[in-house]
């Protein structure tokens, strides 16, 4: 591991920029008997920010003061005459990492969600004539984003797996990317304690929301689709979070433009340091956030202890790792600007 670390260098890692889904390719994606291209793809990114791609239903959507991202402080909204931006630095303040067993390495560093690369979502969304389904496509980058600013990805891994499953993901639904990006494969209905029962947890990136284990009059769920959706009693459709596949959205009803088989646009992450490789046979036993940017991540491999103790500022981020032995290591990396 320490050898990989130093053939590391900051003129590496500064040299490589990331969009958003490929942060999250773990492993090589093996090709897809259907990777063709899925029907709502509209290119080029940007051409056209207004969706033209209207079919049937046009749903005014929930207005901005019932969006759930005021419930976190450390989330701000904006918008224009066709979107919501969302901005955030992608850190939750629940803990993190916690439970893995498949870990690539990989640590929650504080992403610049905000400006050109907010996420953003269609102040009306609109029925999409063809929905893509989240099982055979959108395995790059996010398809929904959360209340408190974390993205969401697709439950399936870049490989076609189920993430939970796989053992990838912490007790909170989330891990990290090979930006060292946090976000959820699966949907965070502990943020129903946040938001509160009834409201939002999440919005699918077409826009509609994302409940969590109630209707929004406080009902149980009533019968999903296949992307975990359906019309709501207003007439307006959303998704729910639920504790087995899909658990998110399962696709995109609503219209969204696709490119390279993820929705764009996207944020785009600028890594700290090169990606990592997987540790085959850890396990994340405990994560500290100690102060303002200083984090302290624990992991047991062969039944000893390990520790990437890390602290971020606006310019750097300095690694200290302590093997089993107490032997210490450290790297400084620069932030690209
Ligand atoms: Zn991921
Ligand atoms: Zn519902």
Known sequence: MSINRRQFTKLCAQSISLTMLSACQLMPRPPRPDAQAPANTQAPVNANPQPTQVAGTSATNTTVSAYSFAAFSSVT?????????????????????????????????PQNYRGTSAFQIPLTPVIADTPISAKTALYRGAIAIAANGVPIF????????????????????GHCGKGDDYHYHVAPLHLEATVGVGKPIAYALDGFAIYGSTEP????????????????????????????????????????TVTDDQIEPQPHIHPVRPAQEPLRGAE????????????????????AKYYVN???????????????????????FQIPQ
């Open 217 to 256: 009059d406080g009902s149980p769920v009533a019968p999903l689709d296949e992307f975990n959706g359906h019309m709501g009693s207003d007439g307006v459709y959303h998704y729910h979070g639920t504790t087995t596949y899909p658990y998110i959205n399962g696709g995109l009803r609503g219209v969204v």
């Open 284 to 303: 994340i036993t405990n994560f500290q956030i100690l102060g303002e940017g200083a984090y302290s991540l624990e992991y047991t491999l062969n039944n």
């Open 154 to 173: 697709n439950a399936l891994n870049n490989r076609g797996d189920d993430a939970l499953l796989a053992g990838e993901l912490d007790q909170w639904g």
């Open 77 to 109: 909204t904006r918008q224009d005459a066709t979107n919501l931006y969302i901005e955030s630095n992608g850190i939750p303040s629940h803990p993190m990492m916690i439970g893995i067993k498949s870990w690539q390495q990989q640590v929650p560093l």
């Open 310 to 332: 890390y602290t971020v500022t606006d310019t750097t981020c300095v690694f200290e790792f302590i093997d089993a032995s107490g032997t210490k290591t450290s790297e400084t």
